[in-house]
């Protein structure tokens, strides 16, 4: 290959050479790349201002954004995370940030999960599953709010169901992550002993934080990244781990949901069940499909969306869009007039939510992914 150009004088000229010139190959060197990471799991204050709510198991932490007397849309985090790690990115998204315009957005963490929570008291007696659900009335009731729609991912999204079938009228729908429905199995369990041993002595392992990027991305070679990056970071420095363990433990002691896939009108009443409309979510790296099918098996299918999306383990953070579009359609079939720059009021009729969820692109929706003989 030739180490010099011969170039005309007419260009040459233009390039401020003589015609004798050469333009030779040149060497840059010291020079670097530089690409800021725009993804932060700090807090930059967009998830509202924070209060303090007393329960019967101790105070917790909730952010409040907006008008309370507004439509509500109550999250709840996962393993390891907490409301601004969990949403703050997801709830920054432009397309979300239009559709929750005219939306309160109350964050609930859990005891000892808020940034820079202190170590939880030696004697103190972690809540249950159970027990954390029902911290959520403490919260409806410190805020006034009559309803509120639930979001919740992973460890959230259990406790959200559990409140939900417990109080049917508190809830007007639920976009559940990676819900599971069922007690942990004896693996599940085995593991996180480990892990519960070593975070209560404040030790964060490699093994509990290679567990943690497990249970949010599944895949992770086929995941993003810089995404998985982030999350290591964050997990091996920014942890409370005593209080992680803590709740790890009250996780892995869950109870089942014991609810019922019901046919019968005659015998609906009379059973256990989740009565809302459920928005049931995974991606196809994630290791909780499973889960959230046999969640989808247990739901009313005329209230229920099961979603898996595509190219994906940790579905808010890689694919904030298609999430964002399929809850604004979802909000549409609440009887919300959902716009890209917003919603309006609640209509009087609810349109048919499976009927709008079946137009969102690359995402795979079916209503009974086992093709259950039952349905």
């Not at 007007?172 to 693996?187: M, P, R």
């Not at 290679?210 to 990056?229: A, I, M, P, S």
């Not at 137009?359 to 349905?375: A, F, G, M, S, Y």
């Amino acid at each position: 290959m030739p180490s010099s150009i011969a170039v005309p004088a007419e260009q040459a000229s233009l390039l401020g050479t003589m015609p004798s010139d050469a333009l030779d190959d040149i060497e840059l060197r010291h020079v670097q790349l530089s690409v800021s990471n725009s993804r932060s799991l700090s807090e930059d204050g967009s998830t509202g201002s924070k209060e303090t709510v007393d329960t019967q198991h101790g105070p917790i932490t909730v952010a409040v954004t907006g008008d309370t007397s507004k439509p509500v849309i109550l999250t709840y985090h996962d393993l390891g995370l907490n409301h601004v790690t969990n949403f703050q990115a997801f709830f920054l998204y432009p397309e979300m940030r239009n559709i929750l315009n005219n939306f309160c957005i109350v964050h609930v963490n859990a005891p000892g999960q808020e940034e820079g929570a202190p170590t939880l008291p030696e004697g103190y007696v972690y809540p249950t599953m159970e027990e954390l659900s029902e911290t959520i009335t403490c919260v409806k009731n410190h805020f006034h709010l009559r309803t509120f729609i639930g979001f919740g991912v992973g460890l959230g999204a259990n406790i959200l169901a559990r409140y939900a079938t417990k109080y049917p009228c508190d809830v007007d729908a639920l976009v559940l992550v990676n819900c599971s429905s069922t007690q942990a199995g004896w693996i599940e369990w085995g593991y996180q002993k480990l892990n519960i041993r070593h975070l209560r002595s404040g030790t964060m392992t490699t093994g509990t934080v290679d567990y943690l990027l497990w249970h949010h991305f599944g895949k992770r070679e086929e995941c993003n990244q810089d995404l998985v990056t982030v999350y290591r970071q964050h997990f091996e420095k920014a942890l409370n781990a005593t209080n992680l363990g803590l709740l790890v433990d009250s996780y892995i002691r869950r109870t089942d949901l014991g609810i019922v896939r019901e046919l019968d009108p005659n015998k609906k009443k009379d059973v256990r069940m989740i009565r809302c409309q459920v928005l049931n979510i995974t991606a196809n790296h994630s290791p909780h499909i499973e889960d959230t099918v046999t969640f989808n098996g247990r739901l009313d299918p005329t209230l229920a969306t099961w979603m898996k999306i595509q190219d994906c383990g940790l579905v808010i953070d890689e694919a904030p869009g298609k999430v964002v579009e399929a809850f604004r359609l979802f909000l549409q079939g609440q009887g919300y007039a959902v716009h890209n720059r917003g919603i309006g009021s609640r209509q009087a009729s609810l349109a048919s939510v499976n009927g709008s969820a079946a137009c969102v692109k690359d995402i795979r929706i079916t209503e009974n992914p086992l093709q259950n003989p039952t349905v």
